[in-house]
């Protein structure tokens, strides 16, 4: 725990102007940012009497070893700095609302020649018009199963339209009326962007017209006695009514605003939004945080409002924004959402009348959220508590290990050794910080020696990183020998090797210098958990003792009996079969193993598909589904001449003499042979992969095993 007059600046350091801060630890790493439109005078809110502080603001400042700051003209440009930077650095003290999922929204995708409707979510997409967000994706696929009567827009995937051009034959939703087949030109490309656009008008409000055109389309096919049609038109009406029946008018003059209210206590706060547009309440969303300082509601609205605009533009940002309190100071907030819009925007609070009455559900609505959260998450937040205090106390730690990693080898029978890194924070999975690796230091079934060559490679790492930013410095260690290891994220042939496990090298190129980001591989755990007994603890200690590291503690969590194994005792630590502090450590455990076992089938996967073509350098998957597609078979690609592969688009003669020396060197494989009559196949079949010719994997091929991987 650190003293805040240990890095508080000095007197008249701090510039009385508009500006953005930073709070970082002891490794660097930002863990809060803020702005302020005095910088001094903000500060010095957090130098005074750490009684005189909010809890989770002394915590905060007790956690932190330096602060520093940025000097801007405006307090808009504090606003846009300080977003910016909680995106970037994901501080652990700032005000996140947590979002439980990510809302989806009706699509309509007119930036492609035959526009279509469907369920997106995410990041939104240029020349893509989008409608919510909707609670529920099954509320979008009802709203649109009834408008397809009236607009036939396509619905289906790229897939199934192609193969429905191909073969001239359109889907269900064509022969039923709820698509206008533009796959099979039933429409040209202009009439169904048409109809997607008046599809688009009426999912914004502009319902009037096209049910008065109905109408007076359905009067005239009556007159005309042309029943069926009338008949048609009037189930076509009702459709649209009972669309609009889904959204009510709850705005007068078809106003577009969004409506956000706060309902809050001492730790967390729920905040909800109504989107309304063209009168109608097209969308609802919810978030909750914790309250790291003592915030008021105005500021808590001004979190939600960068969260929910921070990425917007246009349209997307309302003409009216109604809110239960303002933002101190006002101007730079509205000033920043008139900026994002092109145009004015309202930010005010409802005082009577249609708004007022809304304003009052959406609150309904934030205080049942808080509750319902409260419900749900409240336990959840105890019981981690309680499980890193019970962990601390078995282990003798002297504080609860916010951070704890596990590491897990994996092989089968001795091939593809391989192993993992778990991340957990808070006792919560952090999955953007686990890492893979890959035994290179020698052949073979032995998890002793696999953990310890781990162990030392991530832990090099981290000296090395302490020692380039200067907070360590030891001229035993050699940084250059520091393994750079896979991201999780890191597909299995990402980059040159890197799916394939470590690649020793410096580490000045993948870590940034001094980002203060939080996914960083050099930050310390306060405990190391690996998979297994008093071998593998031993192995793991005895690495962090080689590389001079004495502040991390290890244990082992043995499978067989669940037992804790601390090093060099004789005996393991027994914990209670329902103490939560084992069971958060069976999950760490049980996450390594899962995170290793699907590493090692993936490399053994790779494996059993390598072939000939595979040691052809330059030869990517573009090119081998070329060839295979070209000759039909590998069996007639092996019997192909130079001058026939050459025939092959992008295969030029150099590189058809190296895949002609491949087979030659390969060699020729064993026949397959049906089992149930002996049989020898041949192989004419064509061959959709671009894996090793007539190497068919062995029916009932082991599967992992516990027992084989440790």
């Known amino acids: 725990m650190a003293d805040p007059s240990s890095y508080r600046p000095k007197p008249g350091q701090i510039p009385d102007s508009p500006g953005v801060y930073r709070f970082r630890d002891e490794h660097r790493r930002v863990i809060y940012v803020g702005k302020a439109k005095s910088l001094r005078q903000r500060l010095a809110n957090y130098f005074q009497d750490l009684a005189g502080l909010h809890p989770r603001t002394r915590t905060m400042v007790t956690t932190a070893a330096s602060v520093e700051w940025t000097v801007v003209s405006t307090e808009v440009e504090a606003l846009q700095l300080e977003y910016s930077w909680i995106k970037e650095y994901d501080p652990r003290f700032n005000v996140k609302y947590r979002d439980d999922k990510s809302y989806p929204y009706l699509a309509v995708t007119m930036n492609e020649e035959f526009p279509r409707a469907q369920v997106m979510r995410g990041h939104k997409k240029k020349g893509v018009r989008y409608f919510g967000p909707y609670a529920h994706a099954w509320a979008i696929r009802d709203t649109v199963d009834l408008l397809l009567r009236v607009f036939p827009v396509r619905t289906c995937s790229a897939g199934v339209f192609k193969n429905a051009a191909r073969t001239g034959r359109p889907c ?72 609009m029946e889904k959204n009510a008018v709850v705005l007068a003059d078809a106003t577009d605003a969004d409506l956000i209210a706060v309902a809050e206590d001492e730790l967390e706060a729920a905040v909800q939004i109504f989107h309304v547009r063209g009168g109608r309440v097209r969308g609802q969303r919810g978030w909750v945080t914790d309250k790291v300082e003592d915030i008021t509601t105005g500021a808590l609205v001004e979190h939600a409002l960068q969260q929910l605009y921070g990425e917007e533009t246009g349209d997307a940002v309302p003409k009216e924004v109604l809110v239960p309190a303002l933002p101190d100071p006002l101007e730079p907030v509205q000033e920043w959402l008139t900026a994002r819009r092109g145009s004015g925007v309202s930010l005010r609070i409802p005082q009577r009348g249609d708004k007022r009455a809304l304003m009052e559900t959406v609150e309904r609505n934030a205080q049942q959220g808080l509750v319902l959260h409260k419900t749900k998450r409240a336990s959840d937040l105890t019981t981690r508590s309680r499980a890193l205090e019970e962990i601390a106390e078995a282990l003798d730690l002297d504080s609860a290990p916010l951070r704890i990693e596990c590491y897990d080898i994996s092989h089968l029978q001795g091939d593809d050794v391989v192993a993992s890194m778990v991340v957990f924070e808070d006792g919560l999975a952090r999955k953007s910080e686990y890492r893979r690796f890959q035994i290179k230091g020698f052949e073979g079934q032995d998890d002793v020696r696999s953990m310890h060559e781990v162990i030392t490679r991530r832990f090099r790492r981290y000296l090395a990183d302490k020692e380039r930013t200067g907070e360590w410095v030891d001229g035993d260690t050699d940084a250059t020998a520091v393994s750079a290891e896979t991201p999780a994220g890191a597909g299995a042939g990402a980059g040159a090797g890197a799916g394939a496990g470590a690649v020793d090298g410096p580490v000045a190129s993948s870590l940034t210098e001094e980002d203060g980001r939080p996914r960083r591989f050099a930050y310390p755990p306060q405990l190391v958990v690996v998979d297994g007994g008093q071998p593998q603890v031993a192995a793991a200690k005895r690495a962090l003792d080689e590389l001079g590291i004495d502040d991390i503690a290890v244990c082992g969590l043995a499978k067989r009996l669940e037992e804790v194994w601390l090093p060099h005792d004789d005996d393991p630590v027994v914990l209670p079969r329902t103490s939560e502090g084992l069971y958060l450590l069976q999950r760490v455990r049980d996450e390594a193993h899962r995170f290793a076992i699907s590493y090692q089938r993936t490399k053994r996967a790779k494996r059993f598909r390598a072939g000939p073509l595979d040691d052809v350098p330059g030869l990517g998957e573009t090119r081998k589904q070329a060839l295979i597609k070209h000759f039909g078979s590998m069996k007639r690609l092996r019997a192909a001449t130079i001058d026939q592969i050459c025939e092959v688009p992008g295969i030029g003669r150099k590189t058809a003499e190296t895949i002609a020396a491949a087979f030659a060197r390969a060699a020729a494989p064993a026949p397959a042979v049906n089992t149930a009559t002996g049989e020898i196949m041949d192989e004419e079949e064509p061959d959709t992969t671009a894996g090793s010719p007539g190497e068919p994997v062995a029916a009932g091929a082991p599967e992992d095993r516990r027992g084989q991987e440790t």
């Open 172 to 243: 269900l939703l064509g022969y039923i009326g709820k698509c206008s087949a533009p796959c099979v030109g039933r429409i040209s490309p202009d009439d169904h962007w048409e109809l997607a656009d008046e599809f688009c008008d009426f999912m914004t409000g502009r319902t009037g017209t096209y049910l008065r055109r109905l109408e007076a389309q359905m009067t005239e096919a009556a007159e005309e006695m042309e029943y069926e049609r009338a008949a048609r038109l009037r189930d076509d009406i009702g459709a649209l009514k009972k669309a």
